[in-house]
């Protein structure tokens, strides 16, 4: 699928970053530091993270910015914060994405707000990065809450498949520290890159031709609608502060819009 891929230059792209990654007394404030150089955010929906005052917390916050927000989805793992893979039926993937999804659809209604898009998180996210039937599942749940939401998920052929063939729009997000396997797909092995040097020449290789660095000491093209980052490396701040200096970022649906010349 990669080969069949156009190097170009990419012109929008978005940046999300995760909030409400808090639950009772496990608190993590740092991920707010982030959010003045985003244009979408993640918000935990209670299952891996996020008690009912840190999501509301993040949804105001969130709403002073102006940014906008979806809901982050994981599996029902406080402990293990939804990085414990877990076997569900389709049942069971439909009921926890739908149990999210609304409540954190309710939640923002309070506040005169709506949520645009699903990423899934953790365990969840690597699942339906490398088990299509699985990102399908997921997929046809997020639809069922509402057609318009855009369903989140890593760059590459599954991801693609998915959008296809649920019918429903996709996102395909890229992360600057992750290296990348020949086909495109996050090698989980390598450890993450902590160079905000090394990482801003990835993101302007990637703009400059949507292509991305891979094991083989390569070039991989892909498809980037959005940029990750995680406030868990050292350099987090500054890494996406740098990104904002490159770039403005620019929310998927915008980037849609522009391309669909609504927007120019």
Request: charged content about 20%; hydrophobic content about 40%; some cysteine.
């Amino acid at each position: 699928m990669q080969s069949t891929l156009e190097k170009r230059a990419i012109k929008n792209i978005d940046f999300n970053i995760d909030l409400a990654q808090s639950f009772g007394i496990y608190k993590n404030n740092s991920e707010f530091e982030l959010l003045d150089y985003a244009s979408s955010v993640n918000i935990s929906c209670g299952f891996h993270a996020g008690d009912p005052l840190t999501i509301k917390n993040a949804l105001l916050k969130a709403k002073e910015k102006n940014v906008v927000v979806g809901a982050h989805i994981g599996f029902d793992d406080i402990q293990g914060f939804g990085y414990r893979d877990m076997d569900l039926t389709d049942d069971e993937i439909e009921a926890v994405v739908i149990y999210q999804v609304g409540a954190l659809m309710s939640f923002a209604k309070t506040f005169n707000m709506e949520i645009e898009h699903v990423r899934p998180h953790g365990a969840m996210y690597k699942r339906c990065s490398s088990d299509f039937a699985f990102a399908c599942a997921v997929a046809k749940a997020v639809q069922k809450c509402s057609k318009w939401l855009i369903y989140y998920g890593a760059a590459g052929e599954i991801t693609e498949k998915t959008g296809e063939l649920i019918n429903i729009p996709v996102a395909q997000e890229v992360c600057l520290e992750k290296m990348y396997n020949v086909d495109g797909t996050v090698n989980t092995v390598a450890k993450d890159n902590e160079n905000t040097e090394v990482e801003i020449q990835r993101l302007k290789h990637l703009l400059a031709t949507s292509q991305v660095s891979n094991i083989e000491g390569g070039k991989t093209i892909v498809t980037a609608d959005t940029i990750h980052f995680t406030n868990r490396l050292s350099n987090s701040l500054e890494l996406i502060k740098q990104a904002h200096d490159v770039i403005t970022p620019v929310p998927v649906n915008y980037k849609n819009a522009c391309l669909s010349g609504w927007v120019e």
